[in-house]
């Protein structure tokens, strides 16, 4: 199973389960203007290319890094739901506009939707795809002027003795208007293709982490100034969502493979233990689920709920790191020299989670367990003590592409990855909108 359908369950769940729809105070026949300029620290950007979306109907603006409209900013390889955007160039001096009808920003029941724009930086001749920023919004007023800012920071990756450095500059004063540089907060991302290698979040200029965590992967990294669910005037949306994205650069992944790779696994459900062949939690690709199937090529049998999954290294090995992906809660982590006592290791809590051992000492099997969490891992990798390394950069030059020589950033979603952006938004739409038919309903008669 792919991950991404795993992402679609779970954020389907908190479409339903979140925040009431905000009510349109936008009447749906009046004329609506939606516009503003598009500036870097230093200028205006002429010429910039625009694409407003409509992306979800849930009330409170939060933020999504990748968002459908960044997807939608590649004409050339943009998926078919970009067809729905309305697409905009900016003038001479940044400025832009959107002639829409007040229904065009609501749901279908009436409630203001969550709307983005989204513009890119060409690549510069040492990026592989150029700065971006999506903007997220509410329309409650018929007159909207947004301030659309690019950040494009000189940003390094690069080995020193203590770990992988990541250097940037924070935004230059000024650029992100005051009434919206509240709780900025970084994110500093690496991706092979489709897949997210590692994020560090929160980071700070300067941020340190271990090489071990990139492995042997090849990708682009970014860096990402971001807020949410900031409450501003109506004219620069009433509550909005913002992520500036650096250009991406490309990397080198130095620290080789893990004692993992390659090694088996199994899956224990119902009180015994299933081998799984081939084991996708130590294949090095980290996107996809691992969701063990024990019910093989039989109808009478009803799948049972997978308690944990146990990756065997074959021999003892001195572990002083454990990371574990995919694990959408909380999972545990333990690990045993004999397959009978275990330590625990440590809970994760999140998509990422490495667990830095006090001491190395001698492990042949790491055990990763939760409620449902066990089909969403993605990968578990086990490290040996690291060794040192030449300080140096971690990027190389570009790979050349037709999205580098343009003037937008090449996507770092697959189309799948877009629907399920999609997807979460239609039901949010429709969970959303059902609340406010129903408060309606409700309310007293006048």
């Known amino acids: ?47 910039a290319r625009l694409v407003m979306q409509r992306e979800g109907d849930v009330g409170d603006v939060v933020l999504t890094i990748a968002s459908i409209g960044f997807a939608c900013l590649d004409s050339a390889n943009s998926p078919a739901i970009c067809h729905k955007g309305r697409f905009a160039t900016a003038n001479p001096s940044g400025a832009f506009v959107y002639h829409v009808k007040g229904r065009d920003t609501q749901s279908t029941f009436g409630g203001s939707a969550v709307l ?3 513009t890119a930086l060409p690549a510069t001749a040492n990026e592989a795809a150029g700065a971006s920023t ?55 991302e690496f991706i092979r293709g489709s897949e997210v290698v590692w994020r560090v979040f929160p980071a700070q200029p300067g941020v340190v982490f271990d090489p071990r965590l990139l492995e042997d992967s090849t990708g682009t990294m970014r860096v990402i100034a971001s807020a949410s669910r900031i409450h501003v005037t109506e004219t ?37 233990s299933v081998r799984v062949a081939p084991c996708r939690l130590t294949d090095g690709a980290f996107g996809d689920g691992f969701a063990p199937v024990v019910c093989s090529g039989s109808t009478a049998c009803t799948e049972p709920p997978h308690e944990s999954a146990i990756v065997d ?69 086990v490290w040996g003590p690291a060794k040192q390394s030449q300080p140096r950069s971690l990027l190389v030059a570009p790979t050349p592409s037709p999205a580098a020589r343009g003037t937008v950033p090449a996507p770092t979603k697959t189309r799948s990855t877009v629907w399920i952006i999609v997807a979460v938004g239609i039901l949010g739409a429709v969970s959303g909108g059902l609340i406010v038919w129903l408060a309606r309903r409700r309310a007293p008669a006048r």
């Open 1 to 47: 199973m792919r991950r991404p359908l795993a992402a679609i369950a779970a954020l389907a769940l908190l479409a339903f389960a979140g925040p009431a729809c905000t009510v349109s105070r936008v009447k749906p026949e009046a004329n609506v203007d939606i516009g503003g300029t598009v500036r870097t620290a230093d200028a205006a950007v002429p010429g």
């Open 116 to 118: 983005s724009i989204s």
């Open 134 to 188: 999506t903007y997220r919004f509410h329309v409650q007023t018929e007159k909207v002027d947004l301030p659309i800012r690019l950040w494009d920071p000189a940003v390094d990756a690069g080995l020193t003795p203590a770990g992988v450095q990541v250097t940037f500059p924070p935004p230059a004063a000024g650029l992100i208007p005051r009434q919206l540089n509240l709780g900025v907060r970084y994110t500093v």
């Open 236 to 272: 620069l949306g009433d509550e909005v969502a913002f992520a500036m994205r650096s250009g991406a650069r490309s990397y080198v992944g130095s620290a080789g493979t893990p004692l993992s790779r390659g090694a088996p696994c199994s899956v224990v459900a119902a009180g015994k």
């Open 313 to 381: 290294l074959q021999r003892s090995a001195r572990v002083d790191l454990i990371v574990v992906r995919g694990c959408t809660r909380a999972c545990r982590v333990e690990a045993s020299l004999d397959g009978a006592d275990w330590r625990l290791i440590g809970v994760g809590q999140g998509n990422e989670a490495a667990f830095a051992l006090a001491q190395a000492r001698s492990e042949r099997y790491v055990r990763v367990s939760g409620p449902n969490e066990v089909d969403q891992l993605t990968e578990v990798s």
